[in-house]
């Protein structure tokens, strides 16, 4: 239960990742002490938990350059997953839009060893969710390149469309798709690419951005600081107007005492649902103190939920999944 393979990478990893979204700092995922974010960092690898998932974009290069200052004298001790696209502007600390060039893609994964503090990435993901199948060839063959100059390990997209996963899927070093999916919001299509071609399926929104967590209720107001503020971007859609999404609180709701049973949080039993559902998931639940980090990891001591738990989940969300 506690360690799987990346996909067919044959990298060893915890069946548990830390997402390091909020290490970007204010307005990312309400942000994070970078000293607390280190630590967080420490209690994961103490716990057991080697799968650290950043992007260069977060805080602009910021949560990568505090992961690689966690992890000096560790590194050989962690696998670090980070991700490529977007530009952005130093002076004002805004995004200049996407590129793909083959060039760019090689500058911005030799800008992230540099913050990364190492010579190596273990997992090199494409991070423009809903780009098309036309053109999504070429930029798989650079992170071939990529692979065969020792830069990266293996490499992935994160994408929520089955066509765009298969076709990465096709190339040798592919090892794995990030895709969100959690208890409440399912996505089986990508999911089954991942079965087909021996995939990991990186869980982004494992907690549903903290709806899992059972800490807000319909009345919860988020400051506009908060990416799930007033100020939220369209693709927020567990929160709308700065409060929890009544659709999906709802559903997080009515799961409620199936996933604390056995003596689990709530979070801990989303987590548990995710393993039952495929032995592909590797979820990445972000933190922005020790204590989440601990209550995250501690998820592992309890293991998947039963078949009999997945049954009843499944009856009162009314819908149908195979478990694996």
């Known amino acids: 239960m506690d360690k799987r393979f990346l996909g067919r990478s044959g990298i060893e990893v915890s069946a548990l990742g830390v997402g390091c979204w909020a290490m970007g700092g204010r307005g990312w995922g309400g942000g994070a002490d970078d000293q607390e974010s280190i630590r967080g960092i420490h209690k ?14 977060y805080g602009f290069g910021h949560s990568e350059r505090v992961l ?3 992890l000096v004298g560790r590194r050989d001790k962690a696998v670090i997953a980070t991700k490529f696209t977007w530009t952005w502007d130093e002076a004002t600390q805004t995004d200049t839009g996407p590129n793909i060039s083959p060039a760019y893609i090689r500058s911005a994964c030799e800008a992230s060893l540099r913050r990364l503090q190492t010579d190596y990435l273990d997992l090199y993901q494409f991070h423009w969710n809903d780009y098309g199948p036309d053109g999504a060839e070429n930029v798989r063959e650079v992170l071939e ?29 592919c090892s794995a798709i990030q895709v969100e999916l959690n208890v409440i919001d399912d996505s089986p299509h990508v999911l089954a690419v991942c079965e087909e071609f021996d995939l990991a399926a990186i869980n982004r929104g494992p907690l549903a951005m903290g709806l899992l967590t059972g800490k807000y209720t319909p009345r919860h107001s988020l400051p506009e600081d908060d990416v799930r503020g007033p100020n939220a971007p369209d693709w927020m859609k567990y929160f709308k107007n700065g409060q929890p999404n009544p659709e999906w609180l709802d559903k997080a709701s009515a799961v409620g005492e199936v996933l604390r049973s056995n003596g689990r949080t709530l979070a801990q039993g989303a987590l548990a649902w995710l393993w039952a559902r495929s032995s592909k998931n590797l979820p990445i639940p972000g933190f922005r103190t020790v204590a989440q980090v601990e ?30």
Do not use: P
């Open 44 to 57: 994961a690898l103490d716990m057991g938990v080697n799968f650290f998932d950043t992007a260069d974009v």
């Open 145 to 173: 390149n990529l692979v065969r100059a020792g830069k990266i390990r293996s490499y992935g997209w994160s994408t929520d469309f089955a066509d765009r996963a298969r076709i990465f899927a096709a190339g040798k070093h």
């Open 68 to 70: 690689g200052q966690a």
């Open 295 to 324: 209550e995250n990891c501690g998820a592992l001591a309890f293991g998947a939920l039963n078949a009999d738990q997945m049954r009843q989940i499944e009856e009162i969300l009314q819908r149908s999944t195979t478990t694996a």
